[in-house]
């Protein structure tokens, strides 16, 4: 009798297991692309907790299903480049796809503030560097109330005591939980390279990658490697679509090469022929020797109107930021294609204005270079926006460990898209016209993009290295 009552009551706990587990939220009959595990395949996602639960083949039951029949799941895109980091800028990003927006390049002067100010809960995860460039203009007392210097900081030269005060401002940071160390030795002509090599050391230091706008095009590639492996940094060339110029197949074998040898250098890339800047920055100083065709390649954004020499000067007086065309489609193609780089837009919003990279990034690799012109597949477009920056990232901050992919146990950030019909639709005219095509998108198991609108959900949380 007793075996038999025993028996019954393990009958009964079985029963109890089999039933179906509901989850908080469920994304179902979509096709699941993780590149990390290579996994391609029609599954069904269960969330709880903020976090991925299960992967499963079989349908389940949850408190909420989204239906994503058709329709591409995958990883949060994450965006390495992104200096809007307010509500407006990050509005544009997760209709793109972004679950994740860093401000890696330029940074932030203060760490602990810039966390501090969006604890409360942002649509979007955010990070940020501590940065030379901000370091340097306060050491130097720019007159820029910018995040770009428009004087000393800049073209100034700085003392053996000024260079040690900038190495104590990225050691703060870095104690506050900065992500990386940005730098832009482009914006920083006076700064030497013996100067852009003790921040690598600092960088090295921290175990945080260095994440630089270099200037001077191949030469300054060599020296900015040579000064990485010489500080021991792990380092990053922020988009080499701009900085590489017509010279991007080159550019590409250096880094390769640099690669090969055994140093850790990574690269991005924006699919957009056109960069934007501050008139005002020291990439214009030699404006007066230009040719006047130039003046005409170069567009205010508060305007949209395309400049002369007269108008150039008037605007670089006054201050305001620029939109440079140029750059041929082969080789923003190029950039994108290539195996080396990462996507990421450099964007930002700013009074309603801005470059198109801001809002279109992602949607625009997926539809324009995937889809119409089949120009690289579809996994190696999604490893470029999820994994690889994940990776790029997680050695400083292990919280990157979670994100970037799609398994049990992962944070539950997550960008559903029509492959048929995701496109980018900002221009150069309107940067705040949203991407088409990505329905849905999932921060930390909430739901930020339900059926094309933004919700009031504000589950976006710091991405942060250990504060010590
Ligand atoms: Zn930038």
């Given at each position: 009798?007793?075996?038999?009552?025993s028996?019954?009551?393990?009958a009964?706990v079985?029963a109890a297991?089999a039933?179906?587990?509901?989850y908080?939220?469920?994304?179902?009959?979509g096709?699941v692309?993780?590149?990390?595990s290579?996994?391609?395949?029609?599954?069904?996602?269960?969330?709880?907790?903020g976090?991925?639960?299960?992967v499963?083949?079989?349908?389940l039951t949850?408190?909420?299903?989204?239906?994503a029949?058709?329709?591409?799941v995958?990883p949060g895109?994450?965006?390495?480049?992104?200096?809007?980091?307010q509500?407006?800028?990050y509005?544009?990003?997760?209709r793109?796809g972004v679950?994740t927006?860093?401000?890696?390049?330029v940074?932030v002067p203060?760490?602990?503030?810039f966390?501090?100010d969006?604890?409360a809960?942002?649509?979007?995860?955010y990070?940020?560097a501590v940065g030379?460039?901000?370091a340097?203009?306060?050491?130097?007392g720019d007159?820029?109330?910018?995040?770009?210097p428009?004087?000393?900081?800049?073209?100034?030269?700085?003392t053996?005591a000024?260079?040690?005060e900038m190495?104590?401002?990225l050691?703060k940071?870095l104690?506050e939980g900065?992500?990386?160390v940005?730098l832009?030795?482009?914006y920083t002509?006076g700064?030497?390279m013996?100067e852009i090599q003790r921040?690598f050391?600092?960088?090295?230091?921290?175990?945080?990658?260095?994440?630089i706008?270099i200037?001077?095009?191949?030469a300054?590639l060599d020296?900015?490697?040579?000064?990485a492996?010489?500080?021991?940094?792990k380092?990053h060339?922020v988009?080499?679509?701009?900085v590489?110029?017509?010279?991007?197949a080159?550019?590409?074998a250096?880094?390769?090469a640099?690669?090969d040898?055994g140093q850790?250098v990574t690269t991005?890339a924006y699919?957009?022929?056109a960069?934007?800047?501050?008139?005002?920055s020291?990439l214009f100083?030699?404006?007066?020797?230009?040719?006047?065709a130039?003046?005409g390649l170069?567009q205010l954004?508060?305007t949209?109107?395309r400049?002369?020499?007269k108008?150039?000067?008037e605007?670089?007086?006054?201050g305001?930021?620029?939109i440079?065309?140029?750059?041929?489609?082969?080789?923003?193609r190029s950039?994108i294609?290539?195996?080396?780089t990462m996507i990421?837009?450099?964007?930002?919003?700013e009074?309603g204005?801005g470059?198109?990279r801001t809002?279109?990034?992602?949607?625009?690799?997926?539809g324009k270079y995937?889809?119409?012109?089949?120009?690289?597949?579809?996994m190696?477009?999604?490893?470029?926006?999820?994994?690889?920056?994940?990776k790029?990232l997680?050695a400083?901050v292990?919280?990157?460990a979670?994100?970037?992919r799609?398994?049990a146990?992962a944070d539950?950030d997550l960008?559903?898209f029509?492959p048929?019909?995701?496109?980018?639709?900002a221009?150069?005219e309107d940067?705040t016209?949203?991407s088409a095509?990505?329905p849905?998108?999932i921060v930390?198991?909430q739901?930020?993009?339900?059926a094309g609108q933004?919700t009031?959900a504000?589950?976006?949380?710091?991405?942060?290295?250990p504060v010590?």
């Amino acid at each position: 009798m007793r075996s038999i009552r025993s028996l019954a009551l393990i009958a009964t706990v079985i029963a109890a297991c089999a039933q179906p587990t509901s989850y908080d939220l469920v994304v179902a009959n979509g096709r699941v692309m993780d590149p990390e595990s290579g996994l391609d395949a029609v599954r069904h996602v269960g969330i709880t907790g903020g976090q991925i639960a299960v992967v499963s083949e079989k349908p389940l039951t949850g408190k909420r299903v989204i239906d994503a029949a058709n329709h591409v799941v995958a990883p949060g895109f994450i965006d390495l480049h992104e200096h809007g980091q307010q509500e407006d800028s990050y509005r544009m990003m997760v209709r793109d796809g972004v679950t994740t927006a860093l401000e890696l390049e330029v940074g932030v002067p203060d760490v602990a503030k810039f966390y501090g100010d969006r604890a409360a809960g942002q649509i979007v995860n955010y990070g940020a560097a501590v940065g030379h460039i901000g370091a340097r203009m306060k050491v130097l007392g720019d007159p820029s109330t910018t995040i770009l210097p428009a004087g000393i900081g800049g073209t100034g030269s700085a003392t053996e005591a000024q260079v040690a005060e900038m190495e104590a401002m990225l050691r703060k940071g870095l104690a506050e939980g900065a992500v990386a160390v940005g730098l832009g030795s482009a914006y920083t002509p006076g700064a030497t390279m013996d100067e852009i090599q003790r921040m690598f050391k600092v960088a090295a230091e921290g175990n945080a990658s260095a994440h630089i706008h270099i200037r001077n095009g191949l030469a300054g590639l060599d020296s900015t490697i040579a000064a990485a492996k010489a500080a021991g940094a792990k380092l990053h060339i922020v988009h080499a679509n701009s900085v590489g110029g017509d010279t991007l197949a080159p550019f590409f074998a250096k880094i390769q090469a640099a690669r090969d040898a055994g140093q850790d250098v990574t690269t991005e890339a924006y699919p957009y022929g056109a960069g934007m800047t501050s008139i005002q920055s020291a990439l214009f100083d030699d404006w007066k020797t230009w040719p006047d065709a130039k003046f005409g390649l170069h567009q205010l954004v508060s305007t949209g109107e395309r400049l002369t020499r007269k108008t150039f000067e008037e605007a670089r007086k006054k201050g305001g930021t620029v939109i440079i065309h140029g750059r041929t489609e082969e080789q923003t193609r190029s950039a994108i294609v290539s195996p080396l780089t990462m996507i990421a837009s450099d964007g930002f919003i700013e009074n309603g204005r801005g470059h198109p990279r801001t809002s279109g990034t992602f949607a625009k690799v997926l539809g324009k270079y995937v889809r119409d012109e089949k120009a690289l597949p579809l996994m190696e477009a999604l490893r470029k926006m999820t994994i690889a920056p994940a990776k790029r990232l997680e050695a400083r901050v292990p919280s990157m460990a979670t994100k970037g992919r799609i398994r049990a146990g992962a944070d539950a950030d997550l960008t559903i898209f029509d492959p048929a019909t995701v496109i980018d639709k900002a221009t150069y005219e309107d940067a705040t016209i949203p991407s088409a095509g990505i329905p849905y998108v999932i921060v930390g198991g909430q739901v930020v993009v339900d059926a094309g609108q933004v919700t009031a959900a504000r589950p976006g949380r710091a991405v942060r290295a250990p504060v010590k």
